[in-house]
């Protein structure tokens, strides 16, 4: 598979137009609609850049960003996705490049794998059973979704850890929904493979009945 | 409006093996996301009234979905770090 990247991505997500903010009204919405989520945030940073250095970096960059940019953020709006955008977005363009993950994957070439392969698409259902779903620990769980492409990982963490719509997915990411669903797709289907082979491995029950 | 089928207290599935399992797979996961169209959650009620494959596929997403919940563990945002990004931006 071909190393990505290509350019910079735009970090801000832009406003339909910039609110100008007192200082009183800048550190009331850092306060109050930008740091409730800096748990979410911190977590989300971790599980991209799999090293806490790197995610307070990351974090770190987030905040300050938001904070200077704070004017293209509308007031009321959903803050917790645009800051996941802003940190998403700062992750590809300073950290991705210098990650400590060795293999990047381009989106588009794993997609086309898995598109040319779905009309033969495997059925999960047969050999992965949930009582042994279950019975996995969350080390386990944890370790199958950290082995994913980053970019498979990515939409999985926003929708099945944080809870984030598949329109707002579709913000963050900068894509069409259609294509957030597509992923998901397949990023569960790589997610229960590397499940299957971990539970064998192991000697957990599979589904042979 | 998730409905939570059993295969076991229901004697009337029929279909053991779904040749649509790609396609439904889609609509299950949806449907489980909250992001499913009224098509889909009609086509989902729908097969879990019969199709004992599907129903299969829907208690697997589910528990798989339900341990990335609940199992990971959240890291929290470490206080310095709180106190460091307050303090380059004097607030």
Sequence with gaps: ?209 | MQSSPSATENTKYQKEYCEHHAECLKKIQAVLDGGATEDEKDHFRKNMDHCLHCIKMYHLEKCVKESLQSKIDKRLCPDNLVATIKAKLNI
């Design chain 1, 1 to 209: 598979m071909s190393v990505i990247m290509s350019e910079e991505i735009e970090e801000i997500p832009l406003a339909a137009s910039e609110t100008s903010y007192s200082d009183t009204e800048r550190n009331d919405i850092f306060n109050r609609e930008f740091m409730p989520h800096i748990n979410s945030m911190y977590n989300f940073a971790f599980r991209l850049t799999m090293d806490e250095d790197d995610a307070n970096d990351l974090v770190q960059d987030t905040y300050l960003k938001a904070f200077r940019f704070i004017s293209s953020f509308e007031r009321g709006t959903n803050a917790k996705a645009w800051l996941f955008r802003i940190l998403k977005n700062s992750f590809i363009n300073d950290y991705r490049k210098r990650s400590k993950e060795p293999s990047k994957v381009d989106y588009q070439e794993v997609e086309t794998t898995y598109n040319s392969e779905e009309a033969a698409e495997v059925d999960h259902t047969t050999d992965l059973r949930v009582e042994t779903v279950q019975d996995m620990i969350g080390d386990e769980v944890a370790t199958a979704l950290n082995s994913l492409p980053v970019d498979f990982r990515t939409v999985i963490i926003l929708c099945d850890i944080e809870g984030f719509t598949y329109e707002e997915m579709a913000k963050i990411l900068d894509i069409p929904i259609g294509t957030v669903r597509s992923r998901l797709h397949r990023a569960r289907n790589l997610l229960k493979d590397k499940l299957r082979t971990y539970a064998a491995s192991m000697g957990y029950d599979t589904d042979e009945e």
